[in-house]
Structure formats: C-alpha cells, structure tokens
C-alpha cells in the first residue's frame, strides 16, 4: 500500500468557518474544503446566495458542479432544461453543459461541489474576506464593472466561458 504524507485526514471545526468564508458580491462562500486539501479531487463549498445576482449563461469545460440545496429554493438552466430545486434536493450539472442559475426565494443555501477542484479560485479571485460568518451588509449597490471584469478574467482563465445572451 503506498501511503501518502498529505494523505490525511482532514476536520475544520464550526469555530474555523469565518476564516474559511468570503464575501462573494452580496453572497457568502464558506471553503469547507479545497481542492489543495483533496490533491485536486474535489473542492465542497457552502453557498449563501440572495436573489438578484445570477451568473451569466456559461459553460465549465474542466469541472462539473453538484448542488446539494439545504435551504431555499433555486431555478436552473441547464442545456435545455429547465430544474426548480427546493431544500433536500441535489442537481448535478456536468461539465461542457451551457447552464446559470438564479436563486427565487431572497436567499438560497447549498452545498457546492466542484470536482475536480480548482474552480473555487474564481471565487478567491473574485471575493473579500468575511468579518463576519454571514451575508454583507446590503447596500443597494450593484458591483461595479470592475468587478465583472475580474469575474470575466478569473473563468477564463479557469476554462469557463461565458456565454452571451441569446
């Protein structure tokens, strides 16, 4: 049996979550585990989204995404299907498959997991540290365009195009 040294096993306690959390845009992303804690395997993410701030249209060429939603309700587009998931339900979406998705209740709560991992740089790129372990303070403010540049220069540089709108 060939053992690992970085093979171990891993636990981040419910007192490491703010340290673990960014501010994503209005939302809060909570890393639970990374990519560089799975030797790229996987990456699992608690997602807190509010209504309103929806991706475009895109396509992940390297990764698929998994959703387990834990509170609220979500719509997907996902090629030509159209999912409305509720808590308790999972949606898998595969890589190389156009899709966004659009929170409809004011938040939504979900596990994400990428597999492989890697993509959760987007949101390191594209995010500020929480300081505290829940949403922003709500401005009333969209992000600027500098923002959507950076989220635009982050999922291409991952592989994910973004699709435009038809």
Partial sequence: MNIKSNNLPFHI???????????FGPNLVTFLI??????????LIRCVLIKGFEPPLHIHSNEDESSFILDGEIGYQAGDREIHARAGDFVHLPKLVPHTFKP???TVTLLLL?????FEAMFRQ?????IEFALPPVTGEKPNASFFELMTRANKDLGVLLLPDL
């Fill in 13 to 23: 306690s419910g007192d490491q979550m703010l340290e673990r959390s960014l501010w």
């Fill in 34 to 43: 990374t990519s560089a804690e799975t030797n790229g395997a996987f990456a």
């Fill in 104 to 106: 409809t209740t004011d």
């Fill in 114 to 118: 990428i597999t492989p991992g890697g």
């Fill in 126 to 130: 594209c995010s500020r540290p929480a």
